[in-house]
T-cell receptor, first 110, second 113 residues
Framework: KNEVEQSPQNLTAQEGEFITINCSYS?????LHWLQQHPGGGIVSLFM???GKKKHGRLIATINIQEKHSSLHITASHPRDSAVYIC????????????FGEGTQLTVNP | KAGVTQTPRYLIKTRGQQVTLSCSPI?????VSWYQQTPGQGLQFLFE???????NKGNFPGRFSGRQFSNSRSEMNVSTLELGDSALYLC????????????FGQGTRLTVV
């Protein structure tokens, strides 16, 4: 079993829909990161969470440390949100090393 | 503030050759981590460097090595290239090893033929 599990693996939505991507992990963590990767490879860090909830524009990320679960929400989705979204955790003992989920391929159709 | 710079962006090498990839972190960042991304295995950790010392190493063969210089720039080297080494190699920099945000470079796409 992977240390970091994401669901769904693929997600297709219509423009304007509310989107949720889930991430579960099995290790004790110091932080959880949500990342975005567009075709071409570059990765952009969206959020780093240790607890609670963060919001940036139409993106919201939450984490429940007790349940070892995090969600990324996109409100009013837009075709430019189409990308791979990756959950990554930093364990308490691993310094800056990240362990990644398999990613969620999001396609938002106009 | 300049982002994380990886060079070269694209590289084609022949089996058996060796390759060196470079990563310049954001100014002031002292921690650099390297990752390999392939369609089959996803993103996997290679190494972590902080203050010129390797702090952590992933489960890769000894053909994969790296180093960090006093200005925090890092290089990774792969010797005796195999077809399976074809991948996107990403580096990430952060201010410190502890809980700080990671910033990724655009990656180097290595193709081994």
């Amino acid at each position: 079993k992977n240390e970091v599990e994401q669901s769904p693996q693929n997600l297709t939505a219509q423009e304007g829909e509310f989107i949720t991507i889930n991430c579960s992990y099995s290790v004790g963590i110091s932080a959880l990161h949500w990342l975005q990767q567009h075709p071409g490879g570059g990765i952009v860090s969206l959020f780093m969470l240790s607890s609670g909830k963060k919001k940036h524009g139409r993106l919201i990320a939450t984490i429940n440390i007790q349940e070892k679960h995090s969600s990324l929400h996109i409100t009013a989705s837009h075709p430019r949100d189409s990308a791979v979204y990756i959950c990554a955790v930093r364990s308490r003992t691993s310094g800056s090393r990240l362990t990644f989920g398999e990613g969620t391929q999001l396609t938002v159709n106009p | 503030k300049a982002g994380v710079t990886q060079t070269p962006r694209y590289l084609i090498k022949t089996r058996g050759q060796q390759v060196t990839l470079s990563c310049s972190p954001i100014s002031g960042h002292r921690s650099v981590s390297w990752y390999q991304q392939t369609p089959g295995q996803g993103l996997q950790f290679l190494f972590e460097y902080f203050s010129e010392t390797q702090r952590n190493k992933g489960n890769f063969p000894g053909r994969f090595s790296g180093r960090q210089f006093s200005n925090s720039r890092s290089e990774m080297n792969v010797s005796t290239l195999e077809l399976g080494d074809s991948a996107l190699y990403l580096c990430a920099s952060s201010f410190h090893r502890e809980v700080t945000e990671a910033f990724f470079g655009q990656g180097t796409r290595l193709t081994v033929v």
